[in-house]
């Protein structure tokens, strides 16, 4: 987290890269989804893919946070 207030460009830039973030996310999800599915998935491929879901969440929150305005301040 920064040290000072957020300006209206980075917090559109924070919006539009949360966007991209979670339509990565939902692609994800249905990828992950349609390799369960497969009776001979690739496990190797499906816990790449996981992981990444796990990053993806982790970079959204951390974005979702940057968004909210420090009370302190």
Same mark, same amino acid.
């Given at each position: 987290m920064s040290d000072h207030p957020? *300006?209206?460009v980075e917090?559109?830039?924070?919006h539009n890269r949360l966007q991209l973030l979670r339509q990565e996310h939902? *692609?994800?999800d249905q990828a992950i989804a349609a390799l369960q599915l497969a009776p001979?998935?690739? =496990?190797? =491929?499906l816990r790449r893919l996981k992981k990444r879901k796990l990053l993806l969440k982790d970079m959204i929150r951390r974005f979702e946070s940057e968004l909210i305005p420090d009370l302190d301040a």
């Amino acid at each position: 987290m920064s040290d000072h207030p957020l *300006d209206n460009v980075e917090i559109l830039a924070l919006h539009n890269r949360l966007q991209l973030l979670r339509q990565e996310h939902r *692609d994800l999800d249905q990828a992950i989804a349609a390799l369960q599915l497969a009776p001979t998935s690739d =496990q190797f =491929q499906l816990r790449r893919l996981k992981k990444r879901k796990l990053l993806l969440k982790d970079m959204i929150r951390r974005f979702e946070s940057e968004l909210i305005p420090d009370l302190d301040a």
